[in-house]
């Protein structure tokens, strides 16, 4: 392939929380290693139609999920089979909806918390975490760090060309504690301080690599709608591509065709946002 990138999804993190609170991101930024542009969702703007379409390239009234209870096998096109159709080898550390959207539903406990297969068509090498239980008083997440490190490892042993992360910590606490609190400023700060030793070892490894989140949450913790707190959030990227201007909006149905144009693989008639990397 042209090229390797990770995706970092840090899921539920609006704008201002980036901007604000990610220390270590903006100092990149400031430094001039790192861009940022603002990252607009799809409607509606909850997390399982996000990360359908940003892999998809599609809004959720054409592929079709339209919640988090509404997840199945996507029949579009997607990122993961556009880099194995192109020789790419490709990973994902992540959610259990990742899974059933572009490998295989309903998600088997056993069979799919863990697998290695070469030959898969979509993805190769999972390690996903299911949340069950999940609830105000327990999140049921994986340490950050431990997920990061997977990804890491993911790309050492099995030389990926396109990884995937996705994380549900900032999510989860947005919705205990709304993001206008002590807590979550502290969350958010040790979020951005257990990602940011990775970044250098990532760029050393040769990828480029995108940070960024599916949606934003309003101050009563909630997203799905409209407005800029919901659906807007930001998106730093790390690599040599041209870019638009700082004040751009990305909307998210350029993502898909984004990355599989950084990768060299062939974008496909459905996804028609526009590239803003090149």
Known sequence: MDRKLLLIILDGVPQRNFR??????????????????THRAVLPSI???CYASIHTGVAPQEHGCTGNGNVFRLSHPDVFGQVRRAGGV???????????????????LVRDIEYDEPDSDTINHGRFHTMT?????????????DLFATL??????????????HSCTLDSM???????????????????EMLAPFIPQWLEMGYEVIVTADHGQDERGHHG???????ETALYYFGAAEGPEPEAVIDQLQLAP????????EVPETMRGEVFLR
């Open 152 to 165: 890491t490892g993911l790309c050492a042993r099995h030389g990926l060309d396109y990884g995937m992360l």
């Open 47 to 49: 997390s399982a139609s």
């Open 258 to 265: 984004t990355i599989l144009s950084r990768l060299g693989a």
């Open 225 to 231: 709608g409209r407005g800029a707190l919901q659906q």
């Open 133 to 145: 239980a999940y609830g105000h008083a327990n999140q049921m997440t994986p340490s950050d760090v």
């Open 90 to 108: 490709t990973g994902a550390v992540a959610h259990s909806f990742w899974s059933e959207f572009f490998n295989r539903a309903p998600f088997d």
């Open 174 to 192: 947005g919705h205990r504690f709304f993001h206008e609190s002590q807590e979550m400023d502290h969350a958010c700060a040790v979020m951005d």
């Open 20 to 37: 604000r609170l990610f220390g270590n991101l903006e100092g990149w930024v400031q430094s001039g290693a790192a861009r940022v542009w």
